[in-house]
Structure formats: C-alpha cells, structure tokens
C-alpha cells in the first residue's frame, strides 16, 4: 500500500462526490458524460449507440442535445449561502491575530470568504477540511483548505492525515501534471509533516514544525462535516436534490424525444412496391407498400402524462432546493415573526451546518492562537443563524401606534424596542428621544405630550 491508498470510507463516497460535482457545475458537464447519467433508448442501443457508432450514436446524440438538465443544485446552493450570510458572523480575535481577519489563507481571503467557503462545501458534499499551515518562518500561520475530494486517508484517532496536492506545475511554457500527497502524522506526541511527490525521490525528509521552539502536539487540521467535527464522513445535504435533478433530466429527455417523434410523421405510400427501399421513419421519409397513400405518427396520448410527470418532479425538486425557506413566496405579506415561525422546521439542518461550519473555523482559529502565543478562549466565531428577514414594516409600525391609541399597554419603550429588533432604528430610546425632542411633538403624540406638560 503506497501514500496514495485510499480510506474505505472515502472509496464509498467517491462516485457520490462525483456525481454532486457534476449536478452542481451543471448542464454542459452533465451532457458531456454522455451515457454515465442518460443512456440510450432500447432502439438506439440496437442500433450501436453503446458503441458510439452508426444511426443509433447519431440518434442518441440529438436526443441527449433535446434534453434539458435543471440548474437546480447550483441555484439551491447560491441561495442558501445567501441567507446563511445574510448578515456577517461576529468574529473575535486578540489583537496579534486581526491580521487575518482581511488575510486568513494563501490566496488572500479573509475569514469571512473563507467561512462561506466551508458552509458551500457543507451544503455541497457534507465535507472540508482546514489545515494550519505552521512555520518558525511566519509569525501568523494560514488556514489552508482541502475539499472531500481531496482528503484520502485518516485514522479516526487523528494520529494520520494523508491529503492529496496533485497539480499541475509550469516548466517553461508547457504545462506538466504533479501528483503529490501531503501526509500529517503524530508520532511520540509530536506533529510532523512530509511531501510525497510520486516519481520524484529528491524532496525534503519529514520535517516536525516547531511553534516558540516547541513541536505541536495534535494535527492542526479540522474535519468539518455538516453536522458535526468527526472524521467519519457526513452525507451530503444535496445528495437528495442532485438525485431528483438527474431525474429530472431523464423524464425530459424521454418527453422532448416523445415531442419530436409526434412532429415527424412518416408518408406511407400505399399501392407501390418498393423493395429496394431502406426503411426510414420522420418527416421526409417515405415507405412504400402495395396500396393506399398517408400519414402516420407517434401516438400522442402519452405525452400530457410525461409532461405531468416531469413537472412534478420538478416541484419535488423546488421544494428541495431554491425554495427551501419560502417555497409559495408569501415572504413578502407575512409578518416577520410569521414567517419565523412558518420556516422555522426548514431551517433547523441549515442552522446545524452554520454553527458547525462556525465551529470549525473557530477551532482552527484557536489553533492559530495557541501558535502564535495567544489565550485561544479569547477567539469567538458566532454565525448568522437569523434566516429570515424579519424586518418591521411601516404598517406593523402602524399596527403598533394604532394598537396603543386603543388602549393597548404599549409604553413608547416598548415599541422602540420592536423597531430596533425590526431594523427601523439602530439608536438607543433615549437618543432617540432627544430628537424627538429636538424635532418637536410628533403627529398622534399630542395627548400623551399634554399630559407630560401637566
């Protein structure tokens, strides 16, 4: 077994990755895997499809391009990361580590990207990895990232790490394929690291980084599932979705094939004796037989149950992904607490996956800390769990004026207090009192004023 051997959990959700992958970059790469996700009719295959040659390759070619794959994956996963960060997450650092916060990994992200970054691959695989990249040379580390794909071997008592780097580097102008593996170990207590680089034997040995003249005694590296920090790995919370889309993309290709089979009737010439003609079907073609002349075609009773069918899966799918937080688009008419309430069940795996994503950067975080000499206690990273925009409307401020000038015991505390929880004021009531004081006795206050005066 060589740096490269794979762990029996990770051989198992290879092709599942995969297959995420490929729904989440969507149609173009769908299409291009040709029959791995669409295979040929019974008729095509016959006809040397699965070959990829003769009428039926050219047959399925054209039935493969009339198909539509739905974006669904990759709209499900935009619009999720877009209410997860809705408002940015509170992170607190020591003062030595702010530098991070605009300048956390090797391409330049701040903490902020990179927390996205981890919730995307949350959502998109169930898996990520971070990794503290510790040197004597760099007063504040990096926090590196490793997708599913790229975390191959482990042991579950996090003595082992093995991830692969594979690449491609530049020589001159040409461009050359390295694979090379990175393997994390703890031996005697103490982290080291080592590069393999397959077919090249002159790298450097294992090297032990050493933090203030001291080894580290863990692997500063996070597995973030997404659900939970475990090194078992996590199912995908889009496997369902991708599945349905895949779905999706079969039932259309049947009801588009159905569609142009009913457009292309066939002209049967009946009263002519043709026996050298070769048999075609659709429009242009011709078959001759002893009498009688017409046009025949694709019964299309079918079809309106194909289209059904497709639709509902469609609705299957919507309810899934894009829509997940408000799927009949009442958002808009709903009051915000309504709403809370009404996506609350819905939101529940969502929030799971922030706050552990949250809990994994504020891990690596305090890895960091203790590296560069930190109290680790003083790194907070609070997410966003607030999904909906609850925000008060002038009418609900008008509901709550109207309310109290019924008798309502609302003290203007009260209702400032639901204006600033409503995002209407970011002051406190007493400065906002004193410009109302400033600008005078506002409309429908005249009573309460008076009986101030008195």
């Known amino acids: ?53 003769g009428d039926g390759w050219e047959e399925y070619l054209r039935y493969k391009e009339r198909a539509q794959f739905p974006e669904f994956v990759s709209e499900a996963i935009g619009h999720l990361l877009g209410v997860m960060h809705r ?24 903490l902020e990207a990179l927390l996205r970054r981890i919730n995307k691959n949350q959502i998109l695989y169930g898996r990520y990895g971070l990794l503290l990249d510790i040197s004597e040379d760099n007063p504040v580390p990096y926090i ?39 393997v994390l170990e703890l031996e005697d207590g103490e982290y080291k690291v080592a590069t393999h680089r397959i077919g090249d034997e002159d790298l450097p040995p294992e090297v032990t980084p050493m933090l203030q003249g001291k080894p580290f005694d863990q692997i500063p590296f996070v597995f973030v599932n997404a659900g939970d920090l475990t090194t078992d ?31 292309q009737s066939t002209l049967v010439i ?59 688009n009442e958002g808009s008419r709903a009051s915000g607490d309504a709403l809370r309430t009404r996506v609350s069940a819905h939101t529940a795996n969502l929030a799971r996956i922030a706050l552990t994503g949250a809990e994994a950067l504020q891990d ?55 204006m600033a929880q409503g995002d209407l004021t970011t002051l406190t009531f007493e400065e906002e009192q004193a410009l109302v004081e400033e600008d005078g006795v506002l409309p429908g206050n005249e009573e309460e004023s008076n009986a101030d005066n008195e």
């Open 87 to 110: 408002k940015e997450p509170e992170i607190t650092l020591p003062a030595k580590m702010e530098s991070l916060r605009e300048n956390a990994s090797p391409d330049g992200s701040g």
């Open 270 to 328: 009946i009263g002519v004796d043709d026996d050298d003609a070769e048999v075609e079907v659709g429009a242009g073609a011709v078959i001759y037989t002893p009498t009688d002349a017409k046009f025949i075609g694709v019964d299309p009773t079918g079809l309106p149950e194909m289209r059904q069918s497709v639709e509902n899966d469609r609705s299957v799918a919507v309810s899934m992904g894009a829509k997940l937080l408000d799927p009949d």
């Open 364 to 418: 690596i975080l305090r890895m960091a800390a203790v590296a560069m000499g930190e109290d680790p206690e003083e790194v907070k990273v609070e997410p966003n769990i607030d999904f909906v925009d609850s925000g008060m409307s002038g009418k609900d401020l008008a509901d709550l004026m109207l309310s109290k000038s019924m008798g309502a015991p609302l003290s203007q505390a009260s209702i400032h207090k639901k």
């Open 144 to 182: 590196v990232g490793y997708i599913a794909r790229d975390i191959i071997n482990w042991d579950s008592d996090r003595s082992l790490v093995v991830l692969d780097e594979s690449s491609q580097e530049r020589d001159n102008f040409e461009w050359k394929d390295i694979e090379q593996y990175l």
């Open 1 to 53: 077994m060589g740096v490269d051997t794979k762990h029996p959990q990770y051989i198992d959700a290879e092709p599942i990755w995969e297959r995420l992958l490929h729904t989440f970059e969507g149609q173009d790469v769908i299409k291009d895997q040709s029959i791995v996700y669409l295979r040929p009719t019974d008729s095509m295959t016959k006809r040397g499809a699965l070959s990829k040659q």
């Open 233 to 263: 790995i996590d199912k995908s919370p889009m496997e369902p979705l991708s599945n349905q889309t895949l779905n999706i993309y079969r039932g259309e290709a049947d009801y588009r094939q159905g569609l142009h089979m009913q457009g």
